[in-house]
């Protein structure tokens, strides 16, 4: 028998809480302002938690800042910056871009470089367990049974380490799935001192260094974008719980999927990008929004400027039905026994709508039937996902 207690599901899966949850967001590393592919994963992801909140549950929310990165101490050496000043000024940026487009403010904004001391204790922690070794002052996670864990052949595997600067061929390694906890640092890089040479964190241990300082050995709810699923989040999940020794390090995960545009990934390397803040100039934020939520969160969206012209017409469908009475009190009664039944109606499309929202996230149909209900369901349901 189903409880009646209201609670979130992803993918088909229950994520029940007892009036708390975590939550962790895998933010920016700020070396650029924020683009769709980046706006789509937060707005998602603010959704989520607005949908935790509605079914009675208090959120915490981290996401977090990777100030300390190859990608980014090279955009700052480009710009003649110190890197942490750089990536200051960008992360200002962006959270602009956040709050003009309707996302919550979060509870916790660790930044990579205020956690280098964390990083050294995690490296420290898998060296004493004997799930890392020293190597020429890096420290190295024992990972070959990463990307098995993940459902990745080791072609595919080899591949994303790849792409992700993670060298399978470093010669340094016992075995190519094994990732750099620690690294020196050459001249003009970061550096911070540890047992093991002045160095700076992997991006990996990193993330699970900073989940773990804000909400402990594990979470509820993970999320990102789905082309960090492997080897970032595969390998920060790995980290985490080698050394804790607690299964699973999140109970559920959130992989929002990739936006494209020209049939490619949206990303800098290819030169598709489209910046939040140029369509901001030109839109109004909720249209923005909106038009980031009409595909389903786990879905890759091929960006369109139709979508924005889509999502205008809907969210003014959606705002004059918010303003008239419910379709199901709409029937002018003058007796109390007739009203109750409308009333009674309406409340069932206020737990319809709340019902999708929490079956996967299910925006299309909460809207559908807010825009058919009108009255207090589109209220309500504008509201939960700051349409309104």
Known sequence: MRSDVPSLRLRGRPLPAIGHARMYI???????????????TFVWADVAAQVLRHAG?????????????????????????????????????????????????????????THVREVVMLAGALLDLGRAYEREGAVYFRGSDVPGRAGLDERAARELLEEFADDPGDPLKDDPF?????????????????????????????????????????????????????PHHAYEAALAEAMTGVRPFARSWMHVGVVRKDGAKMAKSTGNLVFAADLLRDHPAPVIRLALLSRPWDQEWDYDPADLTAAASRLDRLHTAAGRSSSSSSTSASSASVSSPASSASASADEAATAALLDDLDVDTALNIAEQEGGRTARTVLNVLSLA
């Open 178 to 230: 094994d990732i750099a906890v620690w690294r020196p640092s050459r001249d003009g890089e970061p550096a911070w001192p540890s047992p093991w040479s002045p160095g700076r964190p992997g991006w990996h241990a990193e993330c699970a260094a900073m989940a773990m300082a804000t909400f402990g050995p594990a979470l509820d709810l993970h999320a990102g974008g789905a082309d960090l699923r492997f």
């Open 26 to 40: 895998c933010g920016i590393t700020p070396y650029d302002t924020t683009h769709l592919g980046h706006a789509r």
């Open 57 to 113: 549950n208090a959120v915490e929310v981290c996401r977090n800042v990777t100030d300390v990165d190859d990608v980014l101490t090279r955009a700052a050496r480009h710009a003649g910056s110190p890197y942490d000043s750089f990536a200051a000024v960008q992360q200002f940026y962006f959270e602009q871009d956040m709050a003009a487009l309707g996302v919550h403010p979060v509870t916790y904004q660790p930044r990579a470089h």
